[in-house]
């Protein structure tokens, strides 16, 4: 079993940056993907950004040179940068691991 905690939402004006952070904790595979997720309202949830271990990401289009997302193997972390926000950011954000989720953050970008 694997717990998620993730901090750093907020409400943010358009063209501002947020981070979001995730802490895992429990029975951690050494193998694994860390991953952010969004879901805003009335919508489908999207995948938002994921690392392997290794390092190697994946960013959903509408992200790519503007999110960043980083982790820390030692600390088991997993961060997200978040530059150039757009009110279509908006959404509650999920830290992921390969299949558990953490409880989600809001983040909320006015016009």
């Known amino acids: 079993q694997v717990q998620l905690v993730e901090s750093g939402g907020g409400l943010v004006q358009a063209g501002g940056s947020l981070r979001l952070s995730c802490a895992a904790s429990?029975?951690?595979?050494?193998?694994?993907?860390m991953g952010w997720y969004r879901q805003a309202p009335g919508k489908q949830r999207e995948l938002v950004a994921t690392?392997?271990?290794?390092?190697?990401?994946n960013y959903a289009d509408s992200v790519k040179g503007r999110f960043t997302i980083s982790r820390d193997n030692a600390k088991n972390t997993v961060s997200l940068q978040m530059n150039s926000l757009k009110p279509e950011d908006t959404a509650v954000y999920y830290c992921?691991?390969?299949?558990?989720w953490g409880q989600g953050t809001q983040v909320t970008v006015s016009s």
């Open positions: 690392i392997t271990s290794v390092g190697r990401t």
């Open positions: 992921t691991m390969n299949t558990w």
């Open positions: 429990g029975r951690i595979p050494s193998i694994n993907v």
